[in-house]
Structure formats: structure tokens, C-alpha cells
């Protein structure tokens, strides 16, 4: 007995022996520097990435500390103001609840008191409007067929009018179109090929026979698939965009209710479209939130009272303020009542200064007779745009038609310098421009073109092609 006793001795006191030569707790081993073993927090801030949040989206924002030494999990997240249209896990991850304004702090936790916020703008949800179409060819002239169409949704009937440019420049079988379209894929790709290493960024406002929403309307109208088909020729490094909305209420709110071009909140769509792609090359643009503000002036446009479309009511004027930096902007000067060039196009511009134009509007002092253009005489034609302040080693080149009008100087705000180049004939003076010279002289990083897609697939209005055909590469 007293040696089995002896031999279980024996062996707890190896086995004792051989535990206390391991590890105590291998996890300790990998566990990171306590927080005694970072620097203080000494300067933080935080970053939205996105150019819009939609209810149920999410997005995560992006912290930096400062020194690199310091430890950037020793902070808290916390929604401050507007808890009911945003929330922040402690990750840095913000859910859309509702439409509205919301503000996320994060704040330090390593005893250096330090805190930084960042405003999230919830949109309400894209619910896409299903809806049936009926339509009816009333009348065509020699540019256009005019339909009535009646949309039902929501139980109820929903009527308008559209016209569709039926001239021989347009109406075309498949290879045609892309004997048309190949000018403007040839210039785009020759850009994007050219020794300049420049971003080329298109983005195109569809007109309705353009959009996928058109085979729903008028299927024998559809043209979507040019579009597809351009967009698909070019250069891999071109980044494409464009408006195109799901359903006829999304359509409506951005074209239809207002004048032939898109309205404040059509373009201001597009613009968050703009940003989000430029972000994706530079990390540092931040989406500007605009005021939308509402002029009280009504007006009809050209999809209302001058197609007499059924039951239309005078559109609301409305505009964004942005609150930009000091700028310095050189203005082509037209006549605000829309002179005549000697090729007989009308030129789309104001040459009265912005605040001017929201003093007219506001007082309801507007040409009411105008049935049209509102929009477009509303912004100047810019010739330059200098940023004085801006350090962003970036300059821009910029084409494009009456829909960037609204976009100009918004969009200059990114760049140190922007040229811009319009299409409606007012550069003729720069046609036969060396590109790769022109970007080279003045240091262009970026292109981009905004234009509407009868004009930059189709060069439909035969002005010499698009404004990009000023230039050439050699």
C-alpha cells in the first residue's frame, strides 16, 4: 500500500513538474501592445466615402489618427444628432434608417479628449414603381414622332407626351448606328491612348429612347442597346456613367416634370454619380451636400405646355447652393435672351452672374412666356475656373453640352485649374487642337465630358461631331 501510494507521489509531482514547463496562457502570446505601449492619440479624423447613402445601405467610414504610432482602436462611435435616420456600430459602420440628416462622432478613448464628426445624408429607398404603358402615335413631323402615353401604377392612369427625333441622322438599323457612334469611340479611345496619361471620365444623360425604361414604354423605340453597345467599344480605362432611372416616376423627377434638359434634382443625382466615380481614383474627394432651395416661381417646360402633354402643371423652379471656396471664373458672354450664331443654333448660356439669376427667380420676375431652358440660362458658360486655395495637383478638362451648364463650376471645385470646351459651337476658335500638346502645356490629370447621348453617341445634332472633335491626337 505504501508504495502505490509512493508511486502516485511520484507521478503527480512529474506531471506537475512537466505543466509548469508550458506556457501559462498561449493566447497572452498573440494578444496586441497594451494600450500603455501606444503613443497618444494626438489629431484624428473621419472620412464618408460615399456620395450618397440610401435607406438599408450602409457604409464605412474611414478613420485616420495621428501619429502612426498611436492606437486607432482606442475610439468610440456614437451618433450625436439625428438618431433616428443613421446608426454607427463601433466599427465604424453606418446604417440609412430614414431619409434625413445625421452627424457621427468618434471620439478618443486613450485619454487624449480628441473627436471628429462627419455628416451622413440619408436618401430615401429607390422602390421601383411597377407600372403598365399604353401609347398612342399622335402626330409626326419631319425631326420627330409625338406620342401620348398613359402610365397606370398605384391604380391610378398617369398620361403624358414624349417625342422621339425620327430624322435620317437618328433613325438607323444596327449597323448603321454603329457606323455613326465609331467618330466618337475613335476620338474617346484615341484619348485614352494618347501619350498625355490623363482619367477619362464620361458620363452621358440619356434621353428616353436611350434608357432601358424605354422598352417598357415604347418598345419599337428602344434603343438601350446602342448605348450598351458604345459604352462596350470603349478604352477599358474610360469610366462610363449615366442617369438612368428604373421607372417612370424616377424619369419624371429628373426630365420629364421640368424642361428638355434634367432638372436641380436630376443634376444633382448625376453630380453624386460624378463624385462616387472620381473617388474611386482619388480617396481625397469628398461629396459636397447641397441646399436644395425652392424659388416659389413655377414655369412650364418643353414636356409640358409646349408638347401640350395632359394634365401637366407648372414645374417648380428649384436650385442647389453649395457654399463653394472663392473661385475666379471666366465666362464666355452670350446674350441671355439667346442669340443666333451664324450657323443659326441658338447658344444655351446667361452671361448674368448666378446670384443675379436666384434674385430674378425668387421675385418671381423669370420670363414666365419661356416655355423652356430654364435650366440652361440659369449658368453661365465657364471658359475657365481657377480654385486659388486648392492644392490638389489637379487640372481639368472639361467637355460638354447645355446639361453641364449646371455642373461646371461644382465640379471645378475638385480641380486647382478647369478649361472648359462647350459643344454648341462657341470653341470653334480651338478646333484643330493637338490633345496630348493641350493636356501636356497645362497640366490636365483629368477629362471629363458631360453630355447628352444624342450628341456624344450619335454626334445627332451635326456640330462638326462633339465638342471633342476640337481636338485631335497626333
Known amino acids: ?95 440609412g434608417l430614414s431619409q434625413g440628416e445625421a452627424v457621427v462622432t468618434v471620439s478618443s478613448t486613450d485619454g487624449s479628449d480628441l473627436s471628429a464628426t462627419c455628416s451622413i445624408l440619408v436618401k430615401k429607398a429607390r422602390v421601383k414603381t411597377e407600372a403598365a404603358y399604353a401609347y398612342d402615335l399622335v402626330s409626326t413631323d419631319k425631326q420627330y414622332h409625338f406620342y401620348k402615353i398613359t402610365s397606370t401604377y398605384n391604380g391610378a ?38 501619350s498625355a496619361n490623363v482619367n477619362i471620365w464620361l458620363y452621358v444623360a440619356t434621353v428616353l429612347e436611350d434608357d432601358d425604361l424605354m422598352k417598357d414604354i415604347i418598345p419599337l423605340e428602344d434603343l438601350s442597346s446602342n448605348f450598351r453597345y458604345f459604352a462596350s467599344q470603349l478604352d477599358p480605362s474610360v469610366w462610363v456613367g449615366n442617369l438612368d432611372p428604373f421607372d417612370i416616376e424616377e424619369r419624371n423627377a429628373w426630365y420629364l416634370a421640368t424642361d428638355h434638359h434634367w432638372s436641380a434634382d436630376g443634376w444633382y443625382t448625376a453630380y453624386s454619380q460624378i463624385i462616387a466615380g472620381l473617388q474611386s481614383k482619388y480617396p481625397d474627394i469628398a461629396f459636397r451636400e447641397g441646399e436644395r432651395v425652392s424659388t416659389g416661381s413655377r414655369y412650364y417646360g418643353s414636356y409640358g405646355k409646349t408638347l401640350g402633354a395632359l394634365g401637366c402643371e407648372p414645374d417648380e423652379f428649384v436650385y442647389y447652393k453649395f457654399g463653394l471656396p472663392a473661385h475666379e471664373t471666366v465666362v464666355l458672354k ?57 492644392s490638389t495637383g489637379r487640372n481639368l478638362l472639361f467637355f460638354g453640352d447645355s446639361y453641364s451648364l449646371s455642373l461646371q463650376e461644382l465640379i471645378a471645385s475638385y480641380f486647382d485649374k478647369s478649361y472648359f470646351f462647350y459643344t454648341d459651337g462657341t470653341r470653334d476658335t480651338f478646333k484643330g487642337t493637338e490633345f496630348t500638346s493641350f493636356c501636356q502645356e497645362n497640366g490636365i490629370t483629368d477629362v471629363i465630358i458631360v453630355e447628352q447621348s444624342t450628341r456624344i453617341l450619335y454626334d445627332f445634332y451635326d456640330y462638326s461631331g462633339p465638342c471633342l472633335a476640337s481636338f485631335y491626337v497626333d
Open 157 to 194: 392612369d398617369h398620361p403624358f407626351e414624349i417625342r422621339v427625333p425620327i430624322v435620317e441622322a437618328y433613325e438607323f438599323e444596327p449597323d448603321e448606328a454603329a457606323a455613326r457612334m465609331k467618330p466618337q469611340i475613335d476620338t474617346l479611345n484615341s484619348f485614352a491612348m494618347s
Open 334 to 390: 452670350v446674350n441671355n435672351k439667346g442669340a443666333k450664331d451664324p450657323g443659326g443654333r441658338r447658344l444655351y448660356a446667361s452671361d448674368v452672374p448666378f446670384e443675379q439669376n436666384v434674385a430674378v427667380y425668387e421675385a418671381g420676375k423669370q420670363n414666365s412666356s419661356q416655355n423652356f431652358d430654364h435650366y440652361v440660362n440659369f449658368y453661365p458658360i465657364c471658359d475657365t475656373v481657377v480654385y486659388p486655395e486648392n
Open 1 to 95: 500500500m505504501k508504495r502505490t501510494i509512493s508511486i502516485i507521489c511520484l507521478l503527480t509531482l512529474v506531471f506537475l513538474s512537466v505543466v509548469g514547463c508550458q506556457p501559462r496562457n498561449t493566447d497572452e502570446q498573440t494578444q496586441p501592445q497594451s494600450a500603455e505601449q501606444y503613443d497618444p492619440i494626438a489629431a484624428l479624423s473621419v472620412d464618408n466615402p460615399a456620395a450618397e447613402l440610401y435607406e438599408g445601405d450602409t457604409v464605412q467610414l474611414v478613420l485616420t489618427v495621428s501619429p502612426a504610432t498611436a492606437n486607432a482602436a482606442a475610439v468610440s462611435w456614437a451618433v450625436t444628432s439625428g438618431n433616428e435616420h443613421a446608426s454607427v456600430d463601433q466599427s465604424g459602420k453606418v446604417t
